[in-house]
């Protein structure tokens, strides 16, 4: 039980951290448009919205691609 719950608290942060990588990527790259080039809140939803949907399928992608694979031989040394 002791390691699901550490399990649960790292899965939390680890999602945590995602979204604040997220939130400031759309900060930085997204919300720009609106303040200089004065594009409407749609177009600005829009495209947050499109970024939102595709990089989950991107992510899903990976993540399934990924599972099928086998990680690299270690490098041996010259000891």
């Given at each position: 039980?002791?390691?699901?719950?550490?399990?649960?608290?790292v899965g939390a942060l680890?999602?945590?951290?995602?979204l604040c990588f997220a939130?400031?990527?759309?900060?930085?790259?997204?919300?720009?448009?609106?303040?200089?080039?004065?594009?409407?809140?749609?177009?600005?939803?829009?495209?947050?919205?499109?970024?939102?949907?595709?990089?989950?399928?991107?992510?899903?992608?990976?993540?399934?691609?990924?599972?099928?694979?086998?990680?690299?031989?270690?490098?041996?040394?010259?000891?």
């Open positions: 039980m002791f390691l699901m719950s550490k399990k649960i608290i680890l999602g945590g951290l995602v939130v400031f990527g759309i900060i930085i790259g997204v919300l720009p448009n609106l303040n200089w080039w004065g594009y409407s809140w749609h177009y600005i939803g829009g495209q947050i919205g499109e970024l939102a949907i595709g990089w989950t399928l991107i992510g899903l992608v990976l993540a399934k691609v990924m599972s099928n694979t086998e990680p690299c031989p270690t490098p041996a040394t010259n000891d």
